[in-house]
C-alpha cells in the first residue's frame, strides 16, 4: 500500500529493527522525518491469506514483520469450508489483529475467499440462483438478399430475432426489424429479404447466465459462478455475509483495520476468451429503467447497443444505457461497501479488473472512473516486477480519482503473475 506523496520501496529504510527497539514515524511528523521513516500505513504490506491455527505463532510473525520494514498485513479471516460460517481460527485472526494494533502496525481487511470480490465465495449465491450473472448474449451471421442464413443460439432463452441491413460494413439500425423464427433445434433460420447485391446481418438474441469465457470461468484463484453485480440484493447480500461477520467477530478489534480491500470485482460480461456471441449486461431492473428512459424496450434496442459500427443514433442510445448500467455496479456494489465502511469507521478500498486496458473499462463497469471514485482509497494491480515494464500510467487513473474525491490515498497490489525477476549470471566488475 502507498499514498501518492511517499514512495511505496520506502519501507526499506528500516529493514533490519527488532520488535522490541521499533517506532515508526508518525504521519504529523516532518516531511524530511516521514521520508527517512515512513508511518506504517506507507509503507508495504504483505497479503497473507492463511496461516497455521496457532496462537503461539503470532509473536514471531508480528516480529518477523517489524524487523523486515514492513507497515502492517493485508488478513482475512481463515479459509476453508467454514468460511466466515464457523469459529474455526477466529481466535488465531483475533490475536494477529490485536498483536498488530499494539505494535502499531496498519492492517487491511480483505474481503473475499480468492477473488474476484463479490461472492463471500459461494455465500451470496447459495440458495439464491437468481442472482447469478446474466447477460444478453447476441450472436449474428451476414447474409445477401434471397440467402437462408442459420444462426447457432448463445446459451439461454431466446427472446428476439433481429434482420438488420447493412450499408456497407455498416449496420443501419433505423431499419432493423424483428422477425419471428424458430428456436427449437438451437439455431434460427432466416431468409433475407432483396436482392442479391443487398446485405444483412441477422442477430440471434438470448438472456441468460453467463459464465464460460468469463473472468469468473478463467481467473486463477477460484472458477465459480458469479453474482450479478448489477443487483441491490447482491450488494446487500455481500455485506451482510461478510462485512457484517467481521464486525460481530470482531467488535472493537474491528477498527484495527483502516480500510477494506476488495479485489477485482466486475461484471461479467466481457470475453477473457474468444465466445460466438456480444455480451451486454442484464437485470430485470436495468431493462425496467432503459425503458423509462428511453421509452422503448431494452431488447428492442439490442442491434443500436451490441455493435459499434451501427448508425441510426446508435452512440446516444450506447451512452444511456452504458450509463444505467454503471449507476447500478457503483452504487449496487461499491456504494453499499463505502456506505458500510463509514459507518464502522474504516475506508473502502481496493481495486478494479484489467485497469490498464481502456477498451475493457465500459463492459466490465460501464463507468470505470465512477466506480473506482466509488472507493475511499482507490487502487491498481501491478503484476510485473521488472521497474522498466511496470505500467505507471495506471496509477494515474487512481491517482486522478482519488485527486477528485479530495484524497491524496491509492493503494496498490503488487505482484509478479506477469513477469519475474530472476537472477543471472553477470560478469565480474572490472
Known sequence: MCRTCLPVFLFLAAAGRTAEAFAFASPTDARDVRFADPPAAVRLLPIRHGRPDDPARVE???????????????????????????????????????????????????????????????????????????????????????????????????????VCPLDGARLDCTRARAVS?????????????????????????TVGTVYEGSHASLNIARKAHYPNLLLKEVGERFVSVTHDVYARRLGEDLQAFEAT??????????????????????????????????????????????????????????????????????????GQIRDWCRRHGLRSGGHLLWEEAVSAHVGLYGDFFRCLRTMDDPGV?????????????????????????????????VSDHVQRCRATRRPSAR
Not at 185 to 192: F, I, K, M, P
Not at 386 to 407: E, I, M, Q, Y
Open 261 to 334: 480491500f476488495t479485489d477485482e470485482p466486475s461484471l461479467m460480461t466481457f470475453w477473457f476468451k474468444p465466445q460466438p456471441s456480444v455480451p451486454l449486461p442484464w437485470s430485470d431492473d436495468l431493462a425496467a429503467a432503459y425503458e423509462k428512459a428511453a421509452g422503448r424496450a431494452l431488447l428492442d434496442d439490442v442491434p443500436f447497443l451490441a455493435f459499434t459500427d451501427a448508425g441510426g443514433g446508435s452512440s446516444a442510445r450506447r451512452h444511456r444505457f452504458w450509463r444505467l448500467v454503471a449507476d447500478r455496479v457503483s452504487g449496487n456494489y461499491f
Open 60 to 162: 514471531t510473525e508480528v516480529a518477523e514483520l517489524l524487523s523486515l520494514g514492513y507497515g502492517g498485513l493485508v488478513v482475512n479471516a481463515p479459509y476453508g469450508p467454514g468460511y466466515l460460517t464457523t469459529t474455526n481460527g477466529w481466535e488465531t485472526f483475533r490475536r494477529v489483529v490485536r498483536r498488530c494494533r499494539e505494535a502499531g502496525l496498519a492492517l487491511w481487511l480483505y474481503d473475499e475467499a480468492g477473488y474476484p470480490s463479490g461472492s463471500a465465495r459461494d455465500l451470496v449465491l447459495k440458495g439464491h440462483p437468481e442472482l447469478e450473472a446474466e447477460g444478453i448474449l447476441v450472436a449474428s451471421a451476414d447474409g445477401v438478399g434471397g440467402e437462408t442464413v442459420r444462426v447457432d443460439l448463445p446459451p439461454g432463452r431466446h427472446v428476439r430475432t433481429f
Open 181 to 205: 423464427a424458430d428456436a427449437e433445434s438451437g439455431t434460427v433460420s432466416v431468409t433475407l429479404p432483396g436482392t442479391a447485391d443487398e446485405r444483412s446481418r441477422v442477430l440471434a438474441v
Open 381 to 413: 494491480d501491478c503484476l510485473t516486477s521488472l521497474p522498466d515494464k511496470v505500467p505507471w500510467r495506471t496509477v494515474r487513473f487512481a491517482g486522478s480519482a482519488a485527486a477528485l474525491n479530495g484524497s491524496r490515498r491509492v493503494m496498490c497490489e
